[in-house]
């Protein structure tokens, strides 16, 4: 079971959220909070992911994710909003969230949604994609300037990478290099590690700046 808790300061919204996600066999929400109550109930449940509203009344949502990601252990994180502004996007990114959905995403999407995000995938409400392009362009300029290189990583590593900012999930990615779920994830973990970067998305700007993308085209 995928084991999920909604944040969102909107009581509509958290009993809808739910209200879907438990008709799916294989996912449980595990908690139904405002945002004041977010840290609290992440401590007592331990969910898997966290669908985080990111402007609240009660307490800011990028404030929530920092405290969320410097858990031992801490859940996936994507950020649940109705609007698509670029600042708030680039923050909640680079700081570790794995998506950002808008609060109309169509029902039959949300499930689906959960579960690429607990295999490891980014995911972004497709509104919002043009948006997360031109921010990181903007933010990132300055780590354009130093270039990246890919030679202290080792083959597997490469490949690993490579699929990841191809947009593939942990399971995707180990189908096609014939490795279990949990090898790729340790990889990614490392991959993080060497590179110095937050998440999935600033490893895949990564792999571009590094021309691995390029290379692996040219195969």
Known sequence: ??????????????????????????????????GGQA???????????????????????????????QLPEPPVVAMLTTFDSDEYIAHALRNGASGY????????DLAPAVRSLFQGAVVLAPKVIPTVIDGYLRHHRTLDSAPAHADNLTPRERDVLV?????????????????STSTVKAHV???????????????????????????DDDR
């Open 1 to 34: 079971m995928i084991r999920v808790a909604i944040v969102d300061d909107e009581a509509l919204i958290r009993s809808g959220f739910a209200l879907i996600l438990d008709t799916a066999d294989d996912i449980e929400v595990v908690a139904a909070v405002p």
């Open 39 to 69: 840290l609290e109930a992440v401590a007592a449940h331990a969910p898997d992911l966290v669908l985080l509203d990111i402007r609240m009344p009660d307490v800011d949502g990028l404030t929530v994710l920092s405290r969320l990601t």
């Open 101 to 108: 959905l808008l609060k109309d995403t169509d029902p039959d």
């Open 163 to 179: 699929h990841l900012a191809q947009g593939l999930s942990n399971g995707e990615i180990g189908t096609l290099l014939h490795l």
């Open 189 to 215: 973990a490392t991959l993080l590690t060497k590179l110095s970067v937050a998440n999935r998305v600033q490893a895949a700007l990564w792999a571009q700046r590094a021309g691995l993308l390029a290379e």
